[in-house]
């Protein structure tokens, strides 16, 4: 093992005891940076001290050559920074070499959105008493009145949730606890699956999971996905569909629908307010009738 994987494998080490970062992001981390240091290694460079501005500079070039996404050579560079920043503030470099390089700029995609409507014949088509349509209701009414994300939906427990208040605590990304309020459809949704169906599809087993795949274990991110896909085809739902989309769809109107910004950064558990600005786009009928409504000459 040379220095710079070394140094890797401590700074890695720092991120998860220091920052309490989420695994996904230490594993993005660590194979970003593997892959720099692999080509450092090409160029027979094996000590941290060997590097320079110049090599950033080659590696950055040799993704761009790569045509590699700008979102993807931007957060390399964010690895980068953040483990040459490590090597400085540890005294392993007297200087930061990743200091002052331009980010490249990423063109921001919007994200993709179903209508209000289409929301609700979507969450229209888990029927029946059923368990596992009763789990169903429940985690598409949940999703669209919180807004969590599918990761922070699989993982919630039982003791997560409070009817009584209606709210749920939820775990985001670096740890990080927040607290949603939930609407009353959903609330509903969860009172009729933990009287009918968890019990149900549990079978026995001592488990705080709130959403229970058919064996009574924790359902995956995978299964989740598999459901809404059934019931966005059944809902004659064309557009293309993600496991965010209820997300994105939950941020889109309530801002549509005049709700504070920073309100909806703080339910999305978003760190930097420039995130949730995205969901700040107008479509073009809601632009209408904003229009029709204020101008004088409308």
């Known amino acids: 093992m040379n220095e710079l994987t070394q140094c890797l494998k401590s700074f890695i080490d720092s991120l998860a005891i220091e920052k309490g970062l989420a695994m996904n992001t230490l594993i993005s981390y660590e194979r970003d940076l593997t892959s720099y240091i692999h080509f450092l290694n090409e160029r027979r460079i094996r000590y941290a001290e060997e590097t320079n501005r110049g090599e950033i500079l080659a590696y950055l070039q040799k993704l761009q050559k790569e045509k590699k996404a700008p979102a993807t050579i931007s957060r390399n560079l964010t690895a980068l920074r953040s483990f040459y920043q490590y090597l400085y503030r540890e005294k392993i470099l007297e200087n930061d070499p990743s200091a002052n390089l331009d980010t490249p700029k990423i063109a921001r995609r919007l ?19 059923e368990p596992s349509s009763l789990r169903d209701k429940a985690m598409l009414e949940v999703l669209y009145a919180s807004g969590i994300r599918v990761s922070e939906l699989i993982s919630l427990k039982k003791t997560d949730i409070n009817l009584n208040l209606g709210f749920i605590r939820c775990m985001g990304k670096g740890s990080k606890e927040r607290i949603i309020p939930l609407g009353s459809k959903a609330i509903t949704a969860l009172e009729q699956y933990l009287a009918k169906g968890w019990v149900k599809l549990a079978k026995g087993k001592e488990t705080d999971h709130l959403f229970l795949n058919h064996l009574g274990g924790g359902l995956t991110r995978q ?58 786009h107008v479509t073009p009928s809601r632009l209408k009738e904003v229009y029709n409504k204020t101008h004088p000459r409308a």
């Open 223 to 280: 299964g989740f996905w598999k459901i809404m896909k059934k019931y966005a085809l059944h809902a004659g739902i064309s557009k293309p569909i993600t496991p965010h989309t209820l997300r994105h769809s939950f941020a889109t109107h309530l801002l549509e629908n005049g709700a504070d910004l920073r309100a909806v950064q703080e339910m999305l558990g978003h760190a930097d307010i420039s995130t949730t600005q995205i969901y700040t």
């Open 111 to 129: 994200p993709k959105t179903l209508s209000m409507r289409e929301v609700e014949t979507l969450l229209e088509q888990p029927k029946g008493v």
